[in-house]
Every structure is written in C-alpha cells, then in structure tokens.
C-alpha cells in the first residue's frame, strides 16, 4: 500500500509532480483500498479494467486476486513508473491512453467486466456518461467520486440535488452508498471529501419507454428550467415545442399536474409522459 512517505521516495526517484489536471491525488489509506477490494468481489474468473491507476495504490492487490486486470492511465510519467514497478505481473497489463478513448472491446472478454478507479472531479461526468454508453459490456463500477456528485447519482425527486443526471444514471443502473472517504486519505489532499460508489449495470432499464429518445428529450427539456413548471419548461421551442393546452391535457390525463415543477417528478412519472406523447404524435423530433 502507498504511503506518505512511499510517494514522496517515488516523487524524488522519478522527478515526479502531480498533476492535479489529471487529478493527481494518491490514496494512502489501507482501510479504503481493503473497502475497495472487497466490494468488487474478485475471482480468478474475472476481469477488471481500472481508471486512472495513478502509482498504483490498489493495482496490485487487484492483480493479486488472480483476476485479469487492465489499467488505463493518461499520465506518461505515471505511465512510466508504473511500467518499472510492476514490472513481470502476468496478470496485469498496463494501457497508455485516456480511458475516454479505449475502446473496451479491446480487452476481448468473454464476459463482463467489472470496472474500478478514482475518479479525477474534473472528468467525472464524461466518464460515467462512457460507462453508460458501454454498459453492454459492464457488470458493475466500484468508483471514488466527488461526493457532491455522487449525491446528484442518488437523489430523489424533491431533493436540492435531483437533477438529468439522477434520471440518467437510475434509468441504466443502481447506485449504492459503500463510504465517505476524507480527503486525509489522499495525498496530496484533494479540496473535497469523496464518496466511494457502486454502479450495478441493469439487465433491463428501470422504466419502460417506447422511445428512449423522447424521454431524455422530455428529462433535459425539463431540468433546463427546473423552477418552471412543467408545463412552461416542456412547452418551449428549446423542448417539445408544443402548444400548451395539447400538454396540459396529456398532463392532466396522467394526473400530473400542469403547474408543478419538474424537479418534484420521477423517472415513472417522466416515462409515462414520453409514452403518451409517443403514442399521440409517435417520435419528436430528436
């Protein structure tokens, strides 16, 4: 396990400098990472893909489970060190690139795959929104994250944090609570603490829609102007684009009442607009 003292010997050996663009925080607490190896339940049978190693604070304890695991890193020198210090790991293979590039089929698994890593804040969404678009081949995600985002993945309707993206990601997978990790569990110290999440890719969406399209559609138009009520905020040219008293009476035929506000409404009750509209007028323009 990485310590303080361990990173700063590795800094001093290799002329190395964090880069916090890259979100260069190390973890050095053995309680998460032990946390981390847990919950991913590996067996020799799997096979991991790992985000941003960073100096390999858990690379090998996943390696030593006997999965198959491939590590992903954007950073060259880190690249470079982690290439010398694992050196003869037959189970592991090292990828220079940025994960938002790699094409998972690459990893050629005959089955999914689970997939780990430390978040950097800055790329957090893209990231997530890249395990949504190849959940096809995900099982599940054991991710660090800003805790204020993971707030956003777990709130409900009503809440100061709900938003498109708690419709997004709850409509493809589950998210679960594992642990708040303070910020003294890294070094150097990020500015915020973070939340330790599980992502369960859905066998099948949480909601059934006729058109995927048209409810993201409906969620975005929505969310843009979540203090307006749903009727206003839906009604717009930038959303459906749709004369008001055609809305209300769609609302008002799902008892949703035409003057609440988007935010107090669920991913069902988002689904059954979209299938309504999608039964009256077929599929909006996209």
């Known amino acids: ?29 053995s309680n998460i990472k032990d946390k981390i190896i847990a919950e991913s339940r590996l067996s020799k049978q799997d096979i991991v893909l790992e985000i941003g190693p960073g100096l390999g604070a858990i690379t090998m304890d996943l390696a030593r489970s006997g999965a198959r695991v491939f590590a992903v890193e954007k950073d060259k020198k880190a690249f470079a060190i982690l290439d010398k210090l694992f050196a003869g790991a037959a189970n ?11 094409d998972i089929k690459d990893i050629g698994a005959s089955k999914k795959i689970k997939v780990i890593g430390n978040l950097p804040y800055y790329i957090t969404t893209p990231i997530v929104e890249y395990l949504i678009r190849n959940r096809g081949d995900i099982e599940s995600a054991i991710i660090m994250v800003q805790r204020e985002f993971a707030n956003r993945l777990f709130a409900l309707p009503g809440t100061k944090d709900y938003s498109s993206l708690s419709c997004f990601i709850q409509y493809y997978m ?14 150097p110290e990020p500015d915020v603490d973070t939340s330790l999440i599980r992502l369960d890719v859905l066998n099948a969406p949480s909601v059934d829609v006729k058109d995927e399209g048209l409810l993201f559609k409906i969620i975005r138009g929505s969310f843009n102007q979540r203090r307006k009520s749903i009727i206003n905020s839906l009604s717009r040219e930038e959303a459906l684009n749709m004369p008001k008293k055609d809305l209300s009476d769609v609302l008002t035929s799902l008892k949703i009442d035409p003057s609440i506000r988007p935010e107090m409404l669920g991913l069902s009750e988002f689904a059954k607009i979209a299938n309504s509209l999608y039964s009256l007028f077929g599929a909006f323009d996209k």
């Open 1 to 29: 396990m990485l310590t303080i003292s361990r990173l700063k010997e590795i800094f001093v050996k290799y002329d190395f400098h964090p880069l916090k663009r890259l979100g260069g925080n190390y973890l050095i607490d």
């Open 92 to 102: 592991l293979k090292l990828i220079l690139g940025d994960i938002l590039e790699f």
């Open 174 to 187: 589950k998210p679960s609570y594992i642990y708040t990790v303070k910020r003294t569990s890294f070094y």
